[in-house]
């Protein structure tokens, strides 16, 4: 007797076990548990072998439903398919097709690098790709996206007015193709030939001193600065070290191998793992100030609180308090452009060595984008230099640094 809706509906679970598998025909029945759940389920026969094939849980899927499915089945049997087979055939499927979207890969790349990567900046990307890439690309198979896809992706970005986010997307967008690359999903990186597709974005170059004289100036100047010691020792380190101010901003004490002469970070603009070999001038200030927050995670901590660094405009802060001009004579980036154009042009070090060491991103004769140990031996050297070259220049201006030079 094929069964009704209502006696579905009104089947209960007998404890005493007659009755908890309700048969409708084709080898169909309702199997009900003790748990109260009713599942259907179809008996068969495949290669000499007897099987159950489950076709659902009721109420989520009928009697009617699971009688197509049961037809269905069938269907297969008569065609030699192995209906449990087919169905965990399709289920894989289904799921790669899932995990294989470039929303998921995107994700799964952002979760890799969450230990690495600071909450503000993965939630900047994430917010990114949710508003200008997951709307158009983020339900495609990633195998299947080509560079025109992504281009227009680009293009919508660009034509807002938005030509840094654009570039910025592209390279987010690059970095999820291989990672999936890595994975498995895919076998190309389209966006990677997209570079240089969008005008570059207009750049504002950073109020910089890199006059010697007047850098000697400064220098001095940082001894009379009244705030709190570590911020004093920010000021010291922040052109000694040319990092990017958010960089030394949040620098945690985990970072550092005093004893090694060392700091490894992950670069804000490369998210590649970073090298800054310390001079001793670094260290005996990084140890004196050790005693005062090296109980704590970060070596800057806030004014209000430890568990957060100092504020974005602490360094620029103590300039202005020093009296320099944060638009139009220094700043705290202006410290990279500073060592940058004083490095190559009063103690002639190499242009890639000192791109290296600012932690731009520098394609060597293998392609690589960054090395964080290229150069390292050179490094190491050259910011030792670095260093003596600014006490030298604090102690007694350009002309006594040029005589030393020259001996």
């Not at 009697?63 to 065609?79: F, N, Q, S, V, Y």
Request: contains cysteine.
């Amino acid at each position: 007797m094929a069964l009704t809706d209502t006696q579905v509906k009104h089947a209960r679970y007998n404890p005493e076990g007659t009755g908890n598998r309700l048969s409708d025909g084709g080898r169909m029945y309702l199997q009900i548990d003790k748990s109260g759940a009713k599942y259907w389920r179809m008996n068969y026969r495949f290669a000499g072998k007897d099987k159950t094939l489950a076709l659902g849980v009721y109420p989520d899927v009928s009697l009617a439903a699971a009688r197509k499915k049961r037809d269905e089945a069938r269907e297969k049997l008569a065609g030699g398919v192995d209906p449990v087979a087919a169905k965990r055939l399709e289920k894989r499927a289904t799921r790669r097709s899932a995990i294989n979207t470039f929303e998921a890969v995107a994700l799964a790349w952002m979760e890799e690098r969450r230990t690495y990567v600071e909450p503000a900046q993965h939630d900047k990307t994430l917010a990114r790709f949710k508003s200008d890439a997951f709307p158009w690309l983020g339900k495609r198979p990633i195998s299947e996206i080509d560079a025109p896809e992504i281009l227009n992706v680009l293009k919508r970005v660009d034509s807002r007015g938005a030509r840094y986010t654009a570039h910025r997307l592209r390279g987010e967008i690059s970095r999820v193709f291989r990672y999936g690359i890595k994975e498995g999903f895919c076998k190309s990186d389209p966006a990677r030939d997209l570079v240089g597709a969008i005008p570059p974005a207009q750049t504002t170059h950073f109020a910089a001193i890199t006059d010697p004289t007047k850098v000697g100036e400064m220098l001095r100047a940082f001894d009379g600065f009244s705030g709190t010691f570590p911020v004093l020792c920010a000021l010291k380190l922040a052109p000694m070290l040319f990092v990017r101010p958010g960089e030394l901003r949040k620098a945690e004490w985990s970072q550092f191998d005093l004893d090694r002469a060392e700091w490894r970070y992950v670069a804000t603009k490369t998210d590649t793992a970073h090298l800054v070999p310390l001079a001793a001038q670094a260290v005996a200030i990084l140890r004196e100030l050790h005693a005062l927050t090296g109980r704590g995670r970060y070596v800057f901590p806030g004014a209000r609180s430890s568990r957060r660094p100092m504020s974005d405009a602490t360094i620029n802060a103590a300039l202005r308090r020093l009296g320099y001009d944060t638009r139009t004579e220094i700043t705290g980036h202006g410290f990279r452009a500073m060592a940058r154009t004083i490095l190559h042009e009063e103690l002639e070090h190499k242009p890639e060595v000192i791109e290296h060491q600012l932690a731009h991103a520098v394609p060597d004769n293998l392609g690589t984008a960054y090395n964080r140990t290229k150069f390292i031996r050179v490094r190491r050297i050259m910011m030792q230099e670095w260093a003596d070259y600014l006490d030298r220049l604090k102690s007694g201006g350009e002309a006594i640094v040029n005589d030393a030079l020259a001996r």
